[in-house]
């Protein structure tokens, strides 16, 4: 797997530490200061050192990015070695529309300026690292599926609460689309016929349920296919309205049912994994205590 520096200005930190968060999960090793600087370290070294080692530098590119003078100096650097090695190496990240530098307008970037949209240019960004994405944990293992009783339906305003039952599996109360938030609906671009639709739903969905729905989503099953996201306690579809009856609302529908079946297997399997994590601490706790019982002091 490829290892990554990234290139950030320290007011940008939370979306960078998010990136980071993804990248480790999708097992991508990640150079990022706060980690790995230490109190009496020298700067220059440090990042020299570590831009050498990177495979990839990732430059967020904001307001704040473009007038650092470490972030160029770091660009810079990454850029002279992209030239000697002649392969690409330096991947803009862009999180917010600014005037891109000179060395780097020539670069294709990963725009992540749509604070809805995360999942479509981090994938994007995966690709370009030569990394096929797979949502980890939610690929098939070889482990018995759950037998999930009667799917029940939560009240409208309640947290979606995940309870521990016998087996050590949590049970998952199934999300449902409930009706559509017309107080809500409105046009972000008057030069287009296009709404932001807002359908409520029964509860607010746990993150890996939204990663689930985020990736149902991402590939177009016909030609009215509209773009989806989860906000908060809502799905919303980027739309006409007058095609919501026809297209989307099956759509939806048929996506919502999908991430609950999908989330209620990968509970299950979390909770394998668990149970067996649990069984071989006991284990191994009763081999030690037997190995030290009867010894003559």
């Avoid at 200061?33 to 050498?52: H, M, P, Q, R, Y």
């Amino acid at each position: 797997m490829p290892s990554v520096f990234l290139s950030h200005n320290s007011k940008d930190k939370a979306f960078t530490r998010k990136l980071a968060e993804r990248l480790k999960e999708a097992g991508i090793d990640i150079w990022i200061d706060e980690a790995e600087l230490n109190v009496g370290d020298s700067l220059l070294e440090k990042i020299g050192t570590a831009l050498d080692k990177a495979n990839f530098v990732a430059a967020v590119l904001s307001h704040n990015s473009i007038q650092s003078s470490w972030v160029q100096l770091e660009l810079k650097l990454a850029m002279t070695k992209e030239l000697a090695e002649r392969k690409v190496r330096v991947l803009p990240i862009l999180i917010e529309k600014c005037e891109i530098p000179e060395f780097l307008k020539d670069k294709i970037y990963a725009d992540f300026s749509d604070p809805r949209d995360f999942d479509a240019p981090f994938a994007s960004l995966l690709r370009a690292l030569g990394v096929n994405r797979q949502l980890r944990d939610i690929a098939p293992l070889a482990v018995p599926p759950a037998q999930p009783n009667k799917p029940k339906i939560a009240s409208q305003n309640a947290e979606n609460t995940l309870q521990p039952n016998k087996g050590g599996l949590v049970e998952f109360v199934d999300i449902a689309l409930i009706d559509v938030d017309k107080e809500r609906t409105y046009n972000p671009d008057p030069q287009k016929l296009l709404y932001n639709v807002y359908f409520k739903l029964s509860s607010y969905p746990p993150a890996e349920w939204v990663e689930i729905f985020d990736a149902e989503r991402r590939f177009p099953r016909h030609t009215m296919w509209r773009k989806a996201w989860i906000e908060g306690n809502s799905a919303v579809v980027y739309c006409v309205p007058d095609e919501v009856k026809q297209f989307h609302l099956h759509d939806i529908k048929q996506d919502i049912e999908t991430s609950n079946k999908k989330y209620r297997e990968y509970l299950h399997r979390r909770a394998t994994r668990q149970i067996a994590e649990e069984n071989r601490k006991q284990a191994e706790k009763q081999a030690i205590s037997e190995a030290l019982d009867d010894l003559d002091f």
